[in-house]
């Protein structure tokens, strides 16, 4: 196993999962890591672990640089089971290792894995000497779970915020500027952003202002890439997702179809978009998962979507794409509802209804074609496309 030193005495020691492609539900192209961190110091500390069945890696990295029985603290910052699925069985090797974690990750841990292990509970703004460095803790609940926290080393100048800044890659490069593709990082961590964090915005902005005031030279977050080198570029985009700001001048349309008349709109739709100079991505949920829809929803300031009616409904693929975008609350959008009906015709205001729950801006009520539309009705869609690209710039005159 080939060693990875970020600082000296600071080592990742995490698993690769070269062939996961779902996450639950999440469509992990790209496959993913599991960061584990290591640091060698008076005490032998671990900060996190990996999914159950990298355990064999991580102990094969840390056994390349210590004795893995010699670990004294195992630092959970996050419940959830990629990161802390490998605890009991690395307690097993040292068993006189303490796991500091928060109030809500002891509760947590103890409710996933029926073990009374040898706690030692932090709160926000705590700090534990390990000799020549001191660990701080810091809380940051809700990016993404209660129990969430960040663990930093000040001496190092390191950041190891958990989920917060992850992607899901699984690359042979460990750091931002061995990848060296910017738009690859910056389009996983928004699809990262988009499909788990988003609808901590505040809590998110809570904690960079937080971690703002911490000098940093490295992120390690556990999924991904470590950033060294294009962190000012992680944060000026994390604070526009946080914040719900999107550019101006661009829409999504999100549609499926029966026959081809939702499609023949939603392409009507997109004509007066673009001859307004709106920039336009068209997804048919038939083609694209919604979690690849996702990441485009920070970069779109209108989101249009459409479907037909189907036994007084509209189609599942959009009833589960808005089960999933509501959950998800992405705020600041500008939409509007269509699709054709042959009878009834329910499945625009369902859409509707969703929207309005959400607080999008609904500059114009939905619109419904009974069967196939002829040009006069498609003209008159493309128009709605004119007028609705009105809105979806700052200065709306
Ligand atoms: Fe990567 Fe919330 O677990």
């Not at 996190?48 to 893995?68: G, N, Q």
């Not at 006189?96 to 894995?113: C, D, P």
């Not at 009507?268 to 485009?296: K, P, Q």
Request: proline fraction near 5%.
């Amino acid at each position: 196993m080939e060693k990875v030193e970020l600082k000296p005495g600071i080592y990742w020691v995490g698993g690769i999962d070269w062939n996961l492609r779902t996450f639950h539900g999440y469509l992990t192209q790209r496959g993913t890591t599991y960061n584990a961190y290591l640091i060698v110091d008076d005490k032998i500390t671990l900060v996190d672990t990996v999914k159950h069945y990298l355990f064999d890696e991580m102990l094969a990295r840390i056994s390349e640089i210590v004795d893995p029985s010699k670990i004294d603290i195992i630092v959970s910052n996050h419940v959830e089971m990629d990161h802390s699925g490998s605890i009991g069985k690395m307690l097993e090797i040292a068993p006189n290792a303490k796991v500091v974690t928060s109030v809500m990750g002891e509760k947590g841990l103890k409710r996933h894995y029926k073990q009374d292990w040898d706690f030692m509970v932090v709160k926000s703004g705590d700090t534990l000497n390990i000799g020549k460095r001191t660990l701080h803790f810091v809380h940051v609940p809700m990016v993404h779970w209660p129990d969430s926290m960040v663990t930093y080393i000040p001496e190092d100048k390191v950041l190891l915020p958990n989920d917060a800044f992850g992607q899901h890659i699984a690359s042979a490069e460990r750091f931002d500027d061995e990848i060296n593709c910017w738009a690859v990082l910056k389009e996983e961590a928004a699809k990262y952003y988009a499909n788990i964090v988003l609808p901590y915005g505040d809590q998110v902005m809570g904690a960079i202002k937080v971690l703002g005031d911490l000098d940093i030279e490295i992120i390690g977050p556990s999924h991904g890439v470590m950033w060294r080198s294009m962190i000012p570029e992680l944060l000026e985009e994390y604070v526009k997702w946080a914040t719900h700001t999107t550019p101006e001048g661009r829409a999504m349309i999100v549609y499926d179809t029966m026959w081809g008349s939702t499609k023949k709109m939603a392409e009507a739709l997109r004509e007066g978009l673009v001859e307004e100079g709106v920039t336009v991505e068209m997804r048919n949920l038939e083609f694209t998962d919604i979690s690849d829809i996702m990441t485009l929803v920070p970069f779109s300031r209108g989101i249009f979507l459409a479907s037909p009616t189907i036994n007084n409904g509209m189609l599942p693929s959009m009833g589960g794409f808005l089960t999933y975008i509501k959950g998800l609350r992405p705020k600041n959008k500008v939409g509007f509802a269509f699709g054709s009906y042959g009878w009834g015709g329910q499945s625009v205001g369902e859409i509707e209804k969703v929207m309005e729950g959400l607080k999008w801006e609904l500059p114009m009520p939905s619109h419904k074609i009974n069967w196939v539309p002829d040009q006069e009705e498609l003209d008159q869609v493309k128009q709605m496309g004119k007028d609705l690209a009105k809105h979806l710039y700052d200065n709306k005159e």
